[in-house]
């Protein structure tokens, strides 16, 4: 079990289970969830913050299983048998370590462009080295990154273009989206009672109510509006800019994740790609992930079995 404390929200115990699915909306969209949903993820901005915490997640997942090969007593000879016959096909690609000064991960990250050479057939060159783990990461794995990957910078792409935002504008909104205090930024929009909404904030908040004792201002309204900001460059240094996944659910997950989106390959089934699709598929795919037509119906069980229903559209 893990302890999570999302922005606003305070928790001692969370041990939720989660689940998502993709799905087409038909018809005119209604103003309540379905009826067997926690809460329902519609607009672009936070399926586009929603997904960038699963792809967080897929790079964790990824990581590790790079990690474990590294561990195989045979890792660094496969590793530098493949450098060495890299080397002979590919004289141009920048080759600096051995086999085994080179993590898995390091090397992944060099050839899958690579693999996406249609000469040179990655199943075929990899199996011939008959390590059945190494060949499905170097292939299968690595290049449902290499395909999710683009789905991302496209997803920011049309983000930017649905909003008439430049890109560093949609990349900022998912910042503040991702990592601002939810409750201060929703009552300093909330004009007619924003004063009422600190000051209860301030009563729920230890940390929000010393920052504002300590900086000698006596407008609270002033002070939210520059902690906000402050406060959610902190809140992005913690945790290192990584979204999560967990933003719009009650409670964290349990430690193991089966929510449908768990790993690149598992993104890339629910999104209907492969992991060949060229880039206008992909680009389309993002196009339709962000549009009205489709939505992320989320299902959170408390303790893995107490069904919890906030009702929320987010």
């Not at 057939?121 to 011939?128: A, E, P």
Request: proline share 2%; glycine share 4%.
């Amino acid at each position: 079990m893990k302890r999570v404390i999302r922005r606003g929200v305070f928790e001692t115990n969370s041990s939720s289970s989660h689940s998502l699915t993709l799905k087409r909306i038909k018809g005119t969209p209604k103003n309540e969830i379905d009826e067997d949903a926690s809460f329902e993820i519609r607009s672009p901005l936070a399926k586009t913050i929603q997904m960038l915490g699963l792809i967080q997640n897929a790079e964790s997942d990824y990581e590790g299983t790079a990690m474990s090969i590294d561990e195989l007593d045979e890792a660094g000879a496969i590793k530098h048998q493949i450098i060495k016959e890299l080397k002979e096909k590919y004289p141009d690609a920048v080759m600096l370590k051995t086999g085994t000064e080179i993590s898995t991960l390091e090397l992944s990250n060099l050839i899958t462009p690579i693999i996406t050479d249609i000469e040179f057939n990655g199943n075929k060159f990899f199996g011939k080295f008959q390590d059945q783990i190494l060949t499905c990461f170097f292939t299968v794995d690595s290049m449902a990154r290499h395909v999710v990957r683009k789905f991302k910078k496209e997803m920011l792409n049309e983000l930017a273009k649905i909003n008439n935002w430049t890109l560093d504008d949609a990349k900022r909104e998912v910042e503040f989206e991702a990592f601002a205090n939810t409750e201060i930024r929703d009552a300093l929009a909330d004009k007619k009672n924003t004063l009422d909404r600190l000051r209860k904030i301030g009563e729920q908040d230890y940390s929000f109510r010393e920052a504002f004792r300590a900086s000698g201002i006596t407008d609270i309204i002033a002070f939210a509006e520059d902690y906000l900001i402050t406060d959610c460059k902190s809140f992005k240094k913690r945790v290192n800019g990584k979204i999560s996944c967990e933003r719009y659910f009650s409670n964290g997950c349990l430690n193991y994740c089966d929510c449908g989106f768990e790993s690149y390959c598992s993104i890339l089934d629910k999104l209907d790609l492969d992991s060949f699709a060229p880039d206008e598929e992909i680009r389309q795919v993002a196009q339709r992930f962000l549009s009205n037509e489709y939505k992320l119906v989320a299902v959170e069980k408390y303790c893995g079995f107490i069904f919890e229903k906030t009702g929320e559209i987010f």
